[in-house]
């Protein structure tokens, strides 16, 4: 059950050498969308402040929203809308409890890479943000074929998340020192996981790269 008095911190270092692309994708920014997954104050909260791996987070997040942003790649937000009644949360609540409540102080996606312009915001009611909404059909429609995933939790979310969009053949990337988890443990299983079987792992700055050839 989620205990919002643990607080996890721990040292992302290591992350980098699990960067495996098996597919061999190689991201195109005029059809790529960046997903930032659950970057709430509510999830946020369970990090120890000011320690790894949220500095890790913080820093690369921000650093590939405004890249994104830069070339006129395509950014998504996911947000949970709080207050979720019993038939909307389902089964969430055997694991989770009740969940975040729908005021600012829980719902809001953290202020410094909060959602401007024609950056699109998704309801997110599933570990996978393509469950019970329109994401995939708003993808379509920008004409994206690649998913670029950061955000928490690994093993949760970014996992169901990353599972989904392969299915539904999405070239999908997760970057691996942009998400964060309840352990380094369950970090790096995620990132192998996806790895073997999803998407390709890479790191901020190659994704930065990539994104920055388009304004070249």
Known sequence: MWNTAKQIAYNVEAIDELAQNQPGWTIDPSRVALLVHDMQYYFLSRFAADT???RSLKRNVERLV???????ANVFYTAQPGSMTPSQRGLLSAFWGEGMTATPEHRAVWDPISPQGEDELV???RYSAFFGNDLSSRLK??????????????????LGTAMDSYCRDYE???VG??????????????????????????????VVSALGQARN
């Open 52 to 54: 790894e791996p949220m």
């Open 66 to 72: 405004k890249s994104a942003r830069a070339c006129g």
């Open 172 to 174: 999908t990337f997760i």
């Open 141 to 158: 429609t920008q004409k994206v074929s690649q998913v670029v995933i950061v955000g928490i939790y690994g093993h949760v979310g970014i």
């Open 123 to 125: 309801t997110k009611w």
């Open 177 to 206: 020192d942009a998400i964060a988890d309840f352990s380094i443990q369950e970090h790096i299983r995620t990132l192998e996981q996806a790895g073997s079987t999803c998407a390709a792992v890479v790191s901020a700055e190659a």
